[in-house]
């Protein structure tokens, strides 16, 4: 072995959403150095990666231009000699026809110390998901996962024919484009035409279906089916064991633009409901130099605008000084119950927090509350606009109006999140900055997505840009984002 090579890891990013990766591959991308992923995994997963972490796209799909797998073996090696803990990030398992036993094989004869973890198979979840067991006592004792494309021929696999005579469940990966073929050979072969069949896709693709019949009629039934796909034939193909929870925001793919925190607190809910989340724009919070300490001279009033705020200031005060004592003749505000809640994290109960939960009713409470001639201190972004200075001003309140963090968007695979938003059923903006980035990059929102925005501030920051309407949530937090999302679709379908 190499003793100065980092390390890889082969993690299976599992099928459908990022909270389907195991704990273990999980833990290894919250401490990597570099990711390496592929193109179908939920990108949610990303941003659990350390902001620092080198992030390298390198998917394969059929059809569509990918990196050689010549090149990703040596992307691996490369990065692992410059000592960096490597991610591979492979939808699916890795070890499933993903190539995995190749990648891992390669590091190992370079002498790169490597690891597999593995995931949840596309073979066993995209069943699942449309109510399909891949077995079943009394229907199928046995799973059998085929590819379609083999590397020894680039066809079927040789000895196809005798699948037709297996009982239990047959499972094609990777054999959309083939589907005419593989119900020929199969009924050629022995295999009842009238065999229950589906062809399914869902996880990460753009396009999710289910499409079930018997298996002769199967290329007709599924003509519109879009690649990715899993092709399932046996009995269990007629089974649709599928929930029996009400998700009514099923089906619908919603685009969240905000900051790591609030995006993953959304990403969850909106799971929960049915929708497939998926981020159009990630924006990162990068920390601003400041001195705690000088701001604390004078125990002015604390007004905080946003939860990353808090985070921002209470990093800076454990990094640089001085300790929490010094915050006792500080006071407190808070724009929402999102910050305020921050706060209480850090053992810290505001003194003010508006009943509105905007900066222009921040303004006016601290307006009231404070006598004029206190200091009042506002630790916001570098976004942030003047009025709630100005406004504190004119009342004669002297302000330090300090930005302690900045939000900056991850300009990364624009191309496939510019596909991903042409299909969105709703986009949702967490602040005015995160609609002026947006727009810089994509111009305007996509046609058919109903936008929702978190406050009046953002919706007015788009109003300007889009004649599309808009939804705004009754409060400035991830829970009444969703409410608003619910009750559109509930209106719509009602209608």
Not at 32 to 38: E, K
Not at 202 to 231: D, F, K, M, Y
Not at 239 to 250: K, Y
Not at 281 to 301: A, D, M, N, Y
């Amino acid at each position: 072995m190499n003793a100065n090579a980092g390390k890889v890891w082969l993690v299976g990013a599992g099928c459908s959403g990022a909270d389907l990766i195991t704990l273990r591959g999980l833990s290894v991308l919250k401490r990597c150095q570099a990711v390496v992923y592929d193109d179908l995994i939920d990108r949610e997963l990303l941003s659990f990666a350390p902001e620092t972490a080198a992030r390298l796209s390198m998917g394969k799909r059929h059809g569509l231009p990918s990196a050689a797998q010549e090149d990703i073996c040596a992307a691996l090696i490369r990065l692992s000699r410059e000592g960096k803990e490597v991610v591979r990030l492979k939808g699916g398992d890795p070890f499933v026809f993903g190539r995995g036993g190749e990648e891992l094989a390669a590091l190992r004869e370079a002498g790169v110390p490597c690891e597999e973890i593995p995931g949840v198979s596309s073979a066993i979840a995209i069943p699942a998901a449309a109510g399909i067991p891949v077995t079943y006592r009394r229907l199928s004792q046995s799973v059998h996962i085929v590819t379609a494309h083999t590397a020894k021929s680039g066809g079927l696999p040789e000895d196809f024919d005798r699948l037709a005579g297996l009982e239990g469940t047959l499972v094609f990966l990777m054999g959309l484009s083939r589907l005419s073929l593989i119900v020929r050979r199969l009924i050629a072969a022995g295999k009842a035409p009238e065999t229950p069949a589906a062809v399914l896709s869902g996880g990460n693709a753009l396009h999710p279906t289910s499409t079930r019949g018997p298996l002769w009629r199967l290329p007709e039934l599924a003509r519109n089916v879009q690649a990715p796909a899993v092709i399932v034939v046996g009995p269990v193909a007629a089974l649709e064991l599928t929930s029996t929870v009400n998700r009514p925001l099923a089906g619908l793919r919603v685009g969240l633009v905000g900051t790591p925190t609030l995006v993953q607190t959304l990403q969850s809910s909106l799971r929960e409901q049915g929708a497939w989340p998926f981020q159009a724009q990630t924006l990162v919070v990068r920390p601003l130099p400041f001195s705690p300490g000088k701001l604390l001279e004078g125990h002015p009033w604390l007004v905080f605008t946003s939860a990353n705020g808090v985070r921002r200031f209470f990093q800076a005060l454990e990094e640089q000084g001085p300790d929490i004592r010094a915050l006792a003749g500080c006071r407190f505000a808070a724009v929402g119950a999102a910050t305020e809640q921050a706060l209480r994290a850090h053992g810290i109960r505001v003194d003010l927090r508006p009943e509105i939960f905007t900066t222009a009713a921040l303004g006016e409470a601290l307006v009231r509350r404070v006598p004029p001639g206190e200091l009042i201190c506002l630790l916001r972004s570098a976004q942030a606009d003047g009025a709630l200075q100005q406004r504190l001003q004119q009342a004669g309140h002297p302000v330090q109006d300090v930005r302690i963090y900045d939000v900056q968007p991850r300009r990364d695979q624009r191309e496939s999140r510019a596909a991903e938003l042409a299909e969105a059923d709703y986009l949702v903006f967490a602040s005015a900055g995160g609609v002026r980035s947006f727009l810089e990059e994509f111009e305007a929102p996509p046609p058919r997505a109903t936008c929702v925005c978190i406050g009046e501030v953002t919706a007015a920051a788009l109003r300007s840009s889009t004649a599309s309407p808009v939804l705004t949530a009754a409060e400035p937090s991830a829970q009444s984002v969703l409410q608003a999302i619910l009750s559109h679709a509930a209106s719509s379908q009602g209608s």
